[in-house]
Structure formats: C-alpha cells, structure tokens
C-alpha cells in the first residue's frame, strides 16, 4: 500500500474523486492486470465493471447528470472495495502521466486538499517519498508489465520526472 497524502477524513467529505463528467474518462482508473482478476474474484463484483480497455466502467449517477465509480457507497462516500483498492486509487492524486516521451508524476489539482497543499514542506516531503517509491524494483517492474497505468492527462501539474527505462515508455 502506498502511504496517503490526503487525510481521510478529509476525502470523506470532499465528494469530488470517483465522479467523471462521463462514461468513458481517463480519470477513470485504470487497472493492472492482476488487480482485474482480483476484481472478478470477488464475489458480487460484476465484469461490466471493467471496461475493455482495462479501467472500471463508471455507472451513470441516478441522482445526477454525472458518471460515478461502482464502487463508491454514495451514501458515506466510502469505497467498497478500499482495502484492496487499485493502484491508480491508491496512487490518486497524484497520477503517472506521459508528455513527450517522459513520464512524469504528476498531481490533480482539482483535489482542493492538495491546491492548498502542494506547496507545502510536507507536500514536497511526500513528492520525494512517492518518487522514490515509484523509481524502486517492484514499481518498475509492475509500470513495465501494465503500460497502459501511464497515461496522458491533461490539466495536471508536473512534480517530478520518473526515471523508468526506455522500454517502458
């Protein structure tokens, strides 16, 4: 598990992450490819939850105009599945991000914990921590065998370049 930035009891009330203005966004997760057949293990755990092209399929919001994580218990604005969440959720608000051939941590600063935060001392303490994190073996390994975590997103700010190899660009 990757140590978290934004303090839950902040994330509870926010009511901002596991939205999508549609269906098909990058914003939603994309999964690796053994977190997909965790996901399908579990029981009452649909496979339209998963689109093809390896993310969790947003179900549209009967309350609303907007898309939400099937996942998400609207009710607390807790996960179902949070011990186990994936990697991208856990990750979030920071993101791996792919701009010319460089491959960036980058952070969403539609997330209002971090646009207050991110010039903080423990902001950039946990940019060092999570790019160390990102740089070591099991990270590598894992960005290498599931390339489509990288992703292009735009309107994000860049905290850090990643040092993958070539190969995994």
Known sequence: MIKQFVPSEFCLKCRG???????SSVWSPCLLDEEI????????????????????????NPGGVDF?????ET??????????RPFEC???????????????LTVDLNCPYVYE???TPEAKEYIVYLTGYLNSAP???????????????????????????????
């Open 17 to 23: 992450c596991c939205r999508f203005k549609e269906a």
């Open 37 to 60: 057949q965790e996901l399908l293990d579990k029981p009452g755990i649909p496979a339209a939850s998963i689109s093809i092209d390896r993310r969790i399929q947003p179900i549209a």
């Open 68 to 72: 939400l994580c099937p996942f998400l």
């Open 75 to 84: 009710l607390d604005n807790k996960c179902k599945i949070y011990s186990t």
């Open 90 to 104: 856990q990750l979030y608000p920071f993101l791996i991000n792919l701009r010319k051939d460089k491959v960036l």
């Open 117 to 119: 935060q991110i010039n």
């Open 139 to 169: 990270p590598l390994s894992m960005l290498k065998d599931n390339p489509q975590i990288i992703q292009a997103y735009e309107e994000v700010r860049e905290v850090a370049e990643l040092n993958l190899p070539h190969e995994i660009k």
